[in-house]
């Protein structure tokens, strides 16, 4: 419970920051924002920062924002990305590597590892926004952290 409880505190801090606050705040911070897509998604990097003692590893948190009924197509992550999402509204729906389909609530979270390929992302309402907060441990130089998958 202490855990559910630290990573709430933890996820709702960095919703209430907005990008341009946040990078203020924190010398190694980015804000790197994108529209909405067509399926109604836009991720905003909202920090970002080398870990300590870790040559090369850096923390990078995403904001995902789902709009009612808006869904990510099939995508993976950089081949070094470590994910902890937690939702932070709403509900999303996911399924990773083809295993279960599974509805995650506010509060609930779900780790992808390196490789991991990401089926279904989407917001399991049609009336309602839902949002994750995506922490990242990645390679440091990486930039291209979410790469649609290719369609046949």
């Known amino acids: 419970m202490k855990t559910l409880i630290s990573t709430l505190a933890i996820a709702a801090a960095f919703a209430a920051l907005t990008p341009v606050a946040h990078a203020q705040a924190h010398d190694h911070a ?5 529209a909405p897509t067509p399926s109604g998604v836009k991720a905003t990097l909202v920090y970002q920062h080398a870990i300590p003692d870790v040559a090369g590893k850096s923390v990078k948190g995403v904001l995902v924002e789902y709009q009612p009924g ?4 099939s ?3 950089a081949r070094s990305a470590l994910i ?5 509204q709403g509900a999303v729906v996911s399924q990773v590597n083809g295993g279960e ?15 991991d390929f990401h089926n279904i992302s ?5 009336t309602e926004p839902a949002k994750l907060l995506a922490v990242f441990i990645v ?7 979410t790469t649609p998958a290719k369609q046949n």
């Not at 989407?122 to 049609?126: D, G, I, Q, V, W």
């Not at 390679?139 to 952290?145: K, Q, V």
């Open 30 to 34: 980015a804000a790197r924002e994108t």
């Open 139 to 145: 390679d440091t130089d990486e930039t291209i952290l």
């Open 70 to 73: 808006g869904s990510n197509g």
């Open 84 to 88: 902890y999402a937690t939702v932070i």
């Open 122 to 126: 989407a917001n399991a309402s049609k």
């Open 101 to 115: 389909i599974r509805t995650f609530k506010t509060g609930e979270n779900f780790t992808e590892l390196p490789g």
């Open 75 to 77: 995508h993976v992550h």
